[in-house]
């Protein structure tokens, strides 16, 4: 677990994936947080699922964060978004290339069904 007062980033690893939870906001100043569970996860050699249920605010800092780990393995993210980080991965044009799902069952049965 990594936290500080403003986020909380978690890896729990199953038979599954490795599910990284991200509570808060996410910016520059604290994304280093995320990455350090992100980077728990993806040593598992499992798919990773991104859930960003929890999530209020997040900045490109965390969005490089997802772009890097979804070129790198199996990503998926769960929902649901706020309508910031929704907004974010609009905008920027990312989105389409995202495997978004709408929560976090939805994310579990994807990863499931692409395994290698």
């Known amino acids: 677990m990594f936290s500080d007062d403003r986020s909380d980033a978690r890896c729990h690893i199953d038979d599954v994936a490795a599910t990284v939870v991200l509570t808060g906001d996410f910016d520059l100043d604290n994304s280093h ?4 569970a992100f980077d728990e996860a993806s040593r598992t050699g499992l798919a990773v699922i991104a859930d ?3 999530v209020g605010f ?14 790198s393995h199996r990503l998926f993210i769960a929902g649901p978004l706020s309508a910031q980080l929704e907004r974010l991965l609009t905008v920027t044009g990312v989105a389409p290339f995202l495997n978004l799902l709408p929560d976090l069952p939805a994310a579990r049965t994807a ?3 692409t395994r290698p």
Do not use: M, T
């Open 58 to 71: 997040a900045d490109s800092a965390l969005l490089n964060l997802l772009l890097r780990l979804h070129h």
């Open 33 to 36: 947080e995320a990455s350090r």
């Open 52 to 54: 960003l249920g929890g």
């Open 111 to 113: 990863a499931v069904a």
